[in-house]
């Protein structure tokens, strides 16, 4: 049975700097899709960053945020830097194994992560 499990979130002052990891299990990623998604409460799950053999990135984490995964852990990063207010949300991971698929969409994925939770104050 495939898990991804989220840790890393926390409470940090803007400026600062957190890293979420996402540890899978019951499978094999690493010639998955895998990626960030943030989610604030009464909006859409929003995409921050993806990678698979490249890496992608929303507008809002490009030059802050840094994605990457350690295959032979079966882990998968979020490295967040210079963090502002404006990016407090509940963080998933996400996995797929179909190829060819947009990355930043989120009903693409096959499994998510629990989340957790990234507070930034101002």
């Known amino acids: 049975q495939v898990q991804l499990v989220e840790s890393g979130g926390g409470l940090v002052q803007a400026g600062g700097s957190l890293r979420l990891s996402c540890a899978a299990s019951?499978?094999?990623?690493?010639?998955?899709?895998m990626g960030w998604f943030r989610q604030v409460p009464g909006k859409e799950r929003e995409f921050v960053a993806a990678?698979?053999?490249?890496?992608y990135y929303a507008d809002s984490a490009k030059g802050r945020f840094t994605i990457s995964r350690d295959n032979a852990k079966n882990t998968m990063y979020l490295q967040m830097n210079s963090l502002k207010a404006e990016d407090t949300a509940i963080y998933y991971c996400?996995?797929?194994?179909?190829?060819?698929?947009?990355?930043?969409?989120?009903?693409?994925?096959?499994?998510w992560g629990q989340g957790t939770q990234v507070t930034v104050s101002s």
């Open positions: 996400a996995a797929t194994f179909r190829p060819g698929i947009p990355l930043n969409r989120a009903n693409e994925y096959d499994y």
């Open positions: 019951g499978r094999t990623f690493s010639s998955s899709g």
């Open positions: 990678i698979k053999r490249n890496t």
